[in-house]
Nanobody, 123 residues
């Protein structure tokens, strides 16, 4: 079992930045690939970014590529999502998730989920 707790969400103006954190506890953090997902009202949960166990390989959705950066610190059991140049359409609840092997995009492949943190971008 892996417990995930997100933090760092909030209200920010368009063009601003936020840094989300996801602290993991339970099993060995470095055994898991990690992903960030988001869900806006009325929409399905969607993949935002993923990072493999070592941190050397990262993946992004086209909508955030060049603006968001995923990273991890295995010594601190934490994964981060640096979000720059935020847009109103980035408004959503952001979730981190963990899975074995490599990071992938489908939500159903992730076994463990956090409770989410709200990000609101005003225009």
């Amino acid at each position: 079992q892996v417990q995930l707790v997100e933090s760092g969400g909030g209200l920010v103006q368009a063009g601003g930045s936020l840094r989300l954190s996801c602290a993991a506890s339970g099993r060995t953090f470095s055994n898991y690939a990690m992903g960030w997902f988001r869900q806006a009202p009325g929409n399905e949960r969607e993949f935002v970014a993923g990072i493999n166990r070592s941190g050397y390989n990262t993946y992004y959705s086209d909508s955030v590529k060049g603006r968001f950066t995923i990273s991890r610190d295995n010594a601190k059991n934490t994964v981060y999502l640096q979000m720059n140049s935020l847009k109103p359409e980035d408004t959503a609840i952001y979730y981190c998730a963990a899975k074995f092997n490599i990071a992938t995009t489908p939500t159903y492949e992730y076994r463990y989920w956090g409770q989410g943190t709200q990000v609101t971008v005003s225009s």
